[in-house]
């Protein structure tokens, strides 16, 4: 869940970053999935650092 939650958070904040910069269409798309992967990999490592802790 924590990787899900992260990557739709990533991806509205590229969204709203390719906004503020005046991007195109494409560059909202290319920004929202660019920030989706690279918070959805940060959720992934909590992810998995959570559940080493835990165990």
Same mark, same amino acid.
């Given at each position: 869940?924590? @990787?899900?939650?992260?990557?739709?958070?990533?991806? @509205? #904040?590229?969204? #709203?970053?390719?906004?503020?910069?005046?991007?195109?269409?494409?560059? !909202?798309?290319?920004?929202? @999935?660019?920030?989706? !992967?690279?918070?959805?990999?940060?959720?992934?490592?909590?992810?998995? @650092?959570?559940?080493?802790?835990?165990?």
């Amino acid at each position: 869940m924590i @990787v899900l939650a992260m990557a739709l958070i990533g991806a @509205v #904040l590229g969204g #709203l970053t390719a906004r503020k910069r005046n991007g195109t269409r494409a560059d !909202i798309a290319q920004y929202a @999935v660019g920030y989706a !992967i690279a918070f959805g990999l940060a959720g992934m490592v909590a992810t998995l @650092v959570i559940h080493r802790v835990m165990v």
